[in-house]
Nanobody
Framework: QVQLVESGGGLVQAGGSLRLSCAASGSIFSINNRVWYRQAPGKQREFVASINSGGGLNYADSVKGRFTISRDNAKNTVYLQMNSLKPEDTATYYC??????????WGKGTPVTVSS
């Protein structure tokens, strides 16, 4: 059974940094993308960053230059380094893995609160 577990969220002041982790357990084949999404209270879930099987990176415009996505294949873990955090980055952050055969896996999320 595949499980994704996010960690690293918390409360931080504006301008600070956090590093989120998403550890996957179980066997996942034909991974297409590892993706971070976020959902702020009262808003729809939005894309934050992704890394594909070839290492290609993609970022939402709102986080470019501040956030960095990376992965450790040996640990089956994907990371999101978040620097220069702003109050508008406050949200629950979710990890997603999607596969070439159309399967999606989601974590339960980790909350991030950025105080002004």
């Amino acid at each position: 059974q595949v499980q994704l577990v996010e960690s690293g969220g918390g409360l931080v002041q504006a301008g600070g940094s956090l590093r989120l982790s998403c550890a996957a357990s179980g066997s996942i084949f034909s991974i297409n993308n590892r993706v971070w999404y976020r959902q702020a209270p009262g808003k729809q879930r939005e894309f934050v960053a992704s890394i594909n099987s070839g290492g290609g990176l993609n970022y939402a415009d709102s986080v470019k230059g501040r956030f960095t996505i990376s992965r450790d294949n040996a640990k089956n873990t994907v990371y999101l380094q978040m620097n220069s955090l702003k109050p508008e980055d406050t949200a629950t952050y979710y990890c997603n893995i999607n596969t070439n055969y159309g399967r999606d896996y989601w974590g339960k999320g980790t909350p991030v609160t950025v105080s002004s």
